[in-house]
C-alpha cells in the first residue's frame, strides 16, 4: 500500500451564499477546514495533503495548518455552479504536470462533513486498494427518510418518487422496505484513472463506506452549524479533531458577516 501515491485533496473556495466565508468560521473553536487536515494527518495512507482554493485567505491558512497549497484554483473554477469533477481534475493534473507527481489514489475530503470517526479515510483508501474492479469508494449513511415513502407532485396530483415492484410500496411498514442509504461528503476514495480515463469521480463500480449516522452533519446553513456546535460540547463523538492554538499573532477582521484572519 505504500508504494501507492495518495493524494487527500480538500476543496475550500473563498465565496459562500449560504454561511460567508464557511471555511475558515470557527466550529468548535478552530476554523472548519482545519477539521478536513487534521483527519487527513492522522491517515496512515495518505502521502500529500493539498487545498485546492482561490482565495489567499484560507491558503495562508491552510499552510499555518500543515497543508500544501502549490496551487490557486483558477477562479472560473471557483464559481457557485462549479461541480467537484472539474476541481479534483484540475488539481490532479496540475501536480503531475507540474511537479511530475502522478496521483494513484485521490481522496476528497469536502469541509462540510467535518465529523469524522478515527480511521475512516484509511477505511475507505483501503476498501479501494482490495478491489482492483472497483473505481470510487464514497461514503454512505442509513437514509433518515426511506424514498420508497416519498412522492412527487406532477399536474396537481401525487405520484410516487420511486417506482417498484411492490405493491403500493408507501404503504408497506418501513421494516418490510429494503435499506436506503444517503451519500455524505466525509470520504471519496478514487482511482487516478477514473478521472483520468472515465471523466468521472466515481466510475462504473461504487463500493461503500458506511458511516454510523451521528456523524453525517452537512453544514450548509447556520441552523446545522448550531447543531455541529452542539455536538460537539454534548454529543460525545469519537471524531478527529484539531487541537485548539493559541491565536497570537493573528489579525482579525469582520467582513461579509464572518470573521477573516490571517498574519500581519
Not at 452537512?218 to 471524531?239: M, R, S, V
Request: with cysteine; aromatic share 10%; proline share 7%.
Amino acid at each position: 500500500m505504500k508504494e501507492k501515491n495518495i493524494v487527500a485533496i480538500i476543496p475550500a473556495r473563498g465565496g459562500s451564499k449560504s454561511i460567508p466565508k464557511k471555511n475558515i468560521k470557527f466550529l468548535g473553536g478552530v476554523p472548519l477546514l482545519a477539521y478536513s487536515i487534521a483527519a487527513a494527518q492522522r491517515s496512515k495512507l495518505v502521502d500529500r495533503i493539498i487545498v485546492s482554493t482561490d482565495d489567499e485567505i484560507i491558503a495562508s491558512l491552510a499552510k499555518d495548518w500543515g497543508a500544501e497549497v502549490p496551487f490557486i484554483r483558477p477562479k472560473e473554477l471557483a464559481q457557485d455552479q462549479t461541480t467537484d469533477f472539474p476541481v479534483m481534475e484540475h488539481a490532479t493534473r496540475w501536480l503531475e504536470f507540474n511537479e511530475d507527481y502522478r496521483a494513484d489514489i485521490v481522496v476528497q475530503l469536502r469541509p462540510t462533513s467535518p465529523f469524522r470517526p478515527f480511521g475512516l479515510i484509511d477505511e475507505a483508501v483501503q476498501t479501494l486498494l482490495s478491489r482492483p474492479d472497483a473505481d470510487c469508494v464514497r461514503t454512505v449513511t442509513p437514509s433518515g427518510e426511506n424514498p420508497f415513502k416519498m412522492w412527487r407532485i406532477e399536474e396537481e396530483r401525487l405520484t410516487p418518487l420511486l417506482r417498484s415492484n411492490f405493491h403500493e410500496a408507501y404503504n408497506m411498514p418501513r421494516q418490510e422496505l429494503p435499506s436506503t442509504f444517503w451519500q455524505t461528503g466525509h470520504v471519496d476514495a478514487i482511482r487516478f484513472k477514473t478521472i483520468t480515463k472515465k471523466n468521472s469521480l466515481t466510475g462504473d463500480v461504487l463500493l461503500p463506506c458506511v458511516v454510523p449516522h451521528e456523524y453525517a452533519i452537512d453544514l450548509d446553513n447556520l441552523y446545522q452549524w448550531a447543531f455541529a456546535e452542539f455536538l460537539l460540547e454534548q454529543g460525545n463523538l469519537d471524531i478527529v479533531k484539531p487541537q485548539r492554538r493559541d491565536w497570537f499573532g493573528y489579525k482579525f477582521e469582520q467582513r461579509e458577516g464572518a470573521f477573516e484572519f490571517f498574519r500581519p
